[in-house]
Nanobody, 121 residues
């Protein structure tokens, strides 16, 4: 199982980015995918999780209403659309899965390599 996160970059506050998490070696259709982020000097925090299809998603309070998780099972890819970005959204974003269908995991065994998101004020 390999996950590849991409789509990060430098954006001004108020801007948008869409992160992608592409998988190989596994059919993401059957599995929940979580997004985490880690800012410099801070602990990693959960951002969002989307269940297997048909999907539902949950979000951290800090991103609720601004971030939207989605999935394209035909492309074996999960997305995180991030709008109205704030400087405090800066960090390395990771996607992860534990190869289970729902978002109730405390531990994730498979991680992508991370993609840097930098939001300037």
């Amino acid at each position: 199982v390999q996950l590849q996160a991409s789509g990060g970059g430098l954006v001004q506050a108020g801007g948008s980015l869409r992160l992608s998490c592409a998988a190989s070696g596994v059919n993401l259709k059957y599995h929940a995918i979580a997004w985490f982020r880690q800012a410099p000097g801070k602990e990693r925090e959960a951002v969002s999780c989307i269940t297997r299809s048909p999907s539902s998603a949950n979000y951290a309070d800090s991103v609720e209403g601004r971030f939207t998780a989605s999935r394209d099972d035909a492309k074996n890819t999960v997305y995180l659309q991030m709008n109205s970005l704030k400087p405090e959204d800066t960090g390395v974003y990771y996607c992860a899965t534990d190869l289970v269908p729902l978002c109730n995991q405390l531990y994730y065994s498979h991680w992508g390599q991370g993609t840097q998101v930098t939001v300037s004020s």
